[in-house]
């Protein structure tokens, strides 16, 4: 029942939109005919509205009716616009970010340090021991006796 809703809620929304733009679904067709990567099912459209019809039809929607020198530039254009915005954005990002890196940086190495403290013993044993079977397998392979351990020639003498 709501999955029903929510698809009529959809078309609504995207005839809405269609009205809006003042274009037909004709338009929209051919348009998406002549420019294939705007209706390729991996292409992801921004968000403008609630159904991704209506957010594809919001992108699309400044292109209809131009040519692809126009569509072209168009893209050009919010590509820009994109990368101004983010040039801008980054001084304040980049701030937060160092902020947050010397304010808790000191408590997240103090953090490492003591996990490593406790994770020590058991690697380097876990190591120790994957050396040694790989050894002794080696040596298996190779018809040789594996040698005695340090510890043990030295209980033998």
């Known amino acids: 029942m709501f999955l029903f809703k929510a698809r009529l809620a ?12 003042g274009v037909t679904g004709a338009d929209v067709t051919e348009f998406l005919a002549r420019h294939p990567r705007f209706a390729s ?15 594809r039809l919001a992108e699309i929607g400044p292109l209809l009716g131009k040519s692809n020198l126009g569509v ?11 990368a101004v915005a983010a040039a801008k954005a980054a001084p304040g990002w980049l701030a937060k970010l160092h902020k947050k890196l010397v304010v808790r940086g000191p408590v ?3 953090q490492a340090r003591e996990e490593w403290t406790a994770a020590r013993p058991v ?8 050396a040694k079977d790989g050894f ?6 190779f018809g040789r006796k594996p ?3 340090a510890t043990e020639t030295a209980a033998v003498a």
């Open 10 to 21: 959809a078309v609504s929304e995207y005839e809405a939109m269609l009205g809006k733009l």
């Open 41 to 55: 099912p991996l292409h992801r459209a921004d968000h403008y509205a609630g159904g991704t019809a209506a957010d």
């Open 72 to 82: 072209r530039i168009e893209e050009a254009k919010r590509l820009a616009g994109t």
């Open 108 to 110: 997240l190495l103090e």
């Open 123 to 130: 690697l380097v044993e876990n190591l120790r021991q994957r």
């Open 136 to 141: 002794e397998k080696g040596a298996a392979r």
């Open 147 to 149: 040698r005695a351990a």
